[in-house]
């Protein structure tokens, strides 16, 4: 659990007294504090920036501007035409797009099957040399030729590899449910059904962990949990790093790959070891949600979060915040909840947890908030905050103790940019 004082809610109701809650608000020193320190944990091995994690240009341009970060991991394809043919706005009123494209190198995390965004992909020289497709069947194949038989730039893509562990055999799988392409065999055919279409380029392999790098290790309470899910971790991780060296190797033994993508945030010190990875792909680090204070390999501060304002008080022991419940994707769980961050001590209602138009909180810290103070929250997940606000206000603490907290009086709001819903771009 993240550490938390009276001072740190200090500094950020002194630097944002003069905003309305609700509002999203990122600490900016901790933002950057975190994209190095993921950027040292990963052995040299440059990080490909996931745009799921962050929605909001302004900050994923700083972090590919800092040592270790190259090329932009999108999730959809229509935000990667987005990225790779529009300019910054400098966000006044008139302006026109001042600065170039985000990057010329991205990758499209997931297969697309949006015919009328491969058209525009093919039609476009400059998106489509700065844009790779994934792919994990024939099928996808078929379909980006046939809505794209004559494109401007050979289409690139990237093969999608399974990476679950299945100790005994597909009964048993401990894994997203990703690609079907598990063996060497399978990646070298399909490899080879790319080269047979003279519209499309090999580009690249991808193997994403996701039992690995987005499944805590830990949970409060509960240590036997935590030394059986590092155990089948552990397991898991042998089995696919030989799995996956094999894999590229069968595919270079048909096409010059230009890289190999694999890990994420939550395992990032470790897939950079392997010698058949040449990127890591990850981004939820540098907001350091909810979710990444249970895994015991991550280190960083909390950078992202939202205020709520108390608007009522209904009895002792509870305050009633407006708004909240930003609920994160996956398993319906507690773990998806939101969390309750500033001032330290507050715990959900059993029967209400964080609503739509209302939040009541409970605990002792509860019956010291008056009508009108706000409460900082964290979410359970990074990125998806984004897809609740049209902004977020940056936050410079500027330590002087390199403690990375400040004096109340020395913070202050640097700057508010818009999130990808903003800039009216809802992808998902």
């Known amino acids: 659990m993240p550490h938390r004082t009276s001072r740190t809610r200090d500094i950020y109701d002194t630097a944002t007294a003069h ?74 009123e008139g302006a026109q797009d001042v600065e170039a494209p985000l990057t010329d190198d991205i990758l499209v995390a997931y297969p697309t099957v949006d015919t009328h965004a491969i058209a525009r992909l093919a039609a476009d020289p400059r998106a489509a040399s700065s844009i790779t497709l994934m792919v994990d069947d024939v099928a996808h194949l078929d379909l980006i030729t046939q809505a794209a038989p004559d494109p401007a730039h050979p289409i690139k893509v990237c093969i999608d590899v399974d990476t679950s562990w299945q100790p005994l055999g597909p009964r048993l ?21 790319v080269t047979r279409r003279p519209n499309l380029l090999l580009d690249g392999v991808m193997a994403y962990e996701a039992q690995i790098a987005g499944v805590a290790d830990t949970q409060p309470g509960n240590p036997l949990y935590g030394r059986a899910m590092r155990w089948i971790q552990h397991q898991s991780r042998i ?27 939550g395992s990032a010190h470790l897939t950079s070891r392997e010698r058949a990875v040449t990127e890591i792909g990850a981004g939820s680090g540098l907001f350091q949600p909810a979710l990444f204070d249970r895994f ?24 009633t915040a407006l708004g909240g419940g930003y609920v994160a994707s996956g398993p319906a769980t507690a773990a998806a909840l939101p969390q309750p961050y500033l001032p330290e001590g507050l715990a959900y209602s059993p029967n209400e947890g964080p609503g739509e138009t209302q939040t009541p909180l409970r605990g002792a810290a509860a019956d010291r908030l008056s009508i009108g103070d706000r409460v900082w929250m964290r979410h359970a997940k990074s990125g998806e905050l984004c897809e609740r606000f049209a902004e977020l206000h940056l936050i410079e603490t500027d330590p002087a103790d390199g403690s990375g907290t400040a004096a109340a009086g020395a913070s202050r709001v640097v700057g508010t940019v818009p999130t990808y819903r903003g800039e009216g771009r809802t992808f998902l």
């Open 239 to 265: 089995e696919l790093a030989r799995r996956r060296a094999a894999i590229v190797g069968a595919v270079r033994d048909v096409a010059d790959i230009r890289f190999v993508n694999g890990g994420g945030t």
């Open 19 to 92: 905003l309305e809650p609700p509002f999203a608000a990122v600490d900016l020193t901790a933002f950057r504090a975190n994209a190095a320190g993921l950027a040292a944990r990963t052995n040299g091995v440059p990080i490909r920036l996931a745009s799921k994690s962050i929605r909001c240009r302004h900050l994923m341009r700083e972090a590919l501007a800092l040592p270790g970060y190259a090329g932009v991991l999108a999730f959809t394809l229509p935000e990667a035409i987005w990225l790779a043919t529009t300019g910054a706005s400098d966000d006044t």
């Open 173 to 193: 799988r401990i894994g997203a449910h990703r690609s079907p392409i598990r063996t060497p065999a399978q990646a070298a055919a399909l490899a080879h059904a």
């Open 296 to 319: 015991s390999g991550v280190t960083g501060r909390p950078a992202a979060f939202f205020a709520l304002p108390i608007v009522r008080r209904p009895g002792r022991g509870y305050a």
